[in-house]
């Protein structure tokens, strides 16, 4: 015990050196804090005025929800709602360094949203209220036989809560690079209109069907926020270049070519290799897709919640592979990202009483009402898609869909003599 005793007695002095050497270290940065200090402050104080400023900007405007009514006979393609995508693919808002730094401008983006509530399968286009005349021309010059109505926003109809409700939700991103395409309807040659409808094969009806298979006090909400892509990126409200969908698709067309896949023998005898089908394929189609149409910031994120004596756990499954139909070999594909809103946690006293797994639930309800993505309160890393890609993913269906909870509206949309007078 002595002897121990004296050992530790031995080590004091080394102990008190340390903490010396740390009070040193401290000592430095205090003394040169004048130097380190301002910079610090001013790039922290720029962070917070233009999450400010952002903020502001994006609460002062009025928001609309739309809900497009599905006409009884749709004959045509998906590539009348490319057309109306194309249409909605607005840069402006942004454009001064006033606008941008002083007043927190933002370009518009739209949430275009996919819902079962309780079966009854609705689409539904979310915009700021000023732009609601372009949706709307938009819409209308290529689907003249829908309808826009604007509607309640239904998710401040569901009071949601910890104690009624049970839920599960989940964003998507992409699989493989940005630039690698996923299955578009022209892959599903659903751009032959000459095809008879019972022949197409959409994959939205894998998706419109599994919104109608919900029932009672059940509901499914799935938005796609997109705003149109640009080059240039907003660096502390200042612009800087960064990768476009076009730098995206040249490197992946220069890694597939780099790598051929297929062995062949030429003429003098010598063995090479050439690019496969496979890979053949995947080059003309990122080659049509990047050159063929606009492209777009995307976010996705889907949501099932339901009331906790009708909350089917069955149902989380099919939201999470709920785009699975628009992958395949080759191409790109939509998975969640789960570590975001379901983080794992191994050990109960990671989570106790499951407090941060509810405080996820209610952020991820939260950001779906708030439709944010691209800026504050929920400001996440987007993925770029192209308007051929969106449409594939959201538009209006034929009568292909057979689900029986989508409703049509029964006639076409009559409209007055334009030369009657106002």
Known sequence: ?????????????????????????????????????????????WHVWLRYVRSRFILEQKYILLEIRLPQEMMKSPAAMQA????????????????????????MWYSFELVSIEGQVHLYVWVRAPFRKT?????????????????????????????????????????ASIGVPIRCYIDFKLDQTSAKEEEKVDPMSHVFEYLGSVGKGEHIWIQILARAHRKEDLTFGFIRNRKSYMDYAREEVSRIRSNPEENIIFPNGTMGKTLSDQQVKRVQAINRISLSSNHWDVGIRGIYIAEREHFDGTNIPGLMAIWQPFGSPGFNSLIPNGSRWQPVF???????????????????????????????????????LTSEELATLFHIPGSVAKTPTMQRISSTRSQAPANIPR
């Open 1 to 45: 015990m002595y002897s121990m005793d004296n050992q530790l007695l031995a080590q004091l002095p080394s102990i008190w050196d340390q903490f010396a050497r740390v009070g040193t270290v401290f000592g430095y940065i205090l003394r040169y804090s004048p130097y380190w200090g301002p910079p610090v402050l001013a790039i922290t104080f």
């Open 346 to 384: 191994s050990y109960p006293w990671q989570d106790f009483n499951g407090i941060r797994e509810n405080k996820k639930k209610v952020q991820i309800i939260d950001a779906y009402r708030l439709r944010s993505w691209f800026h504050p309160p929920y400001e996440f890393r987007n993925f770029m």
């Open 135 to 175: 949706v709307e021309r938009s819409f209308y010059a290529h689907y003249p036989d829908a309808e826009l109505i604007e509607v309640e926003d239904y998710t401040t109809k569901l009071d949601y809560s910890l104690e009624r409700h049970d839920s599960f939700g989940a964003d998507f991103t992409l699989a």
């Open 84 to 107: 109306v995508l194309d249409g909605l693919c607005l840069r402006s808002g942004e454009s001064t360094f006033i606008d941008r730094l002083w007043f927190g401008k933002v370009r």
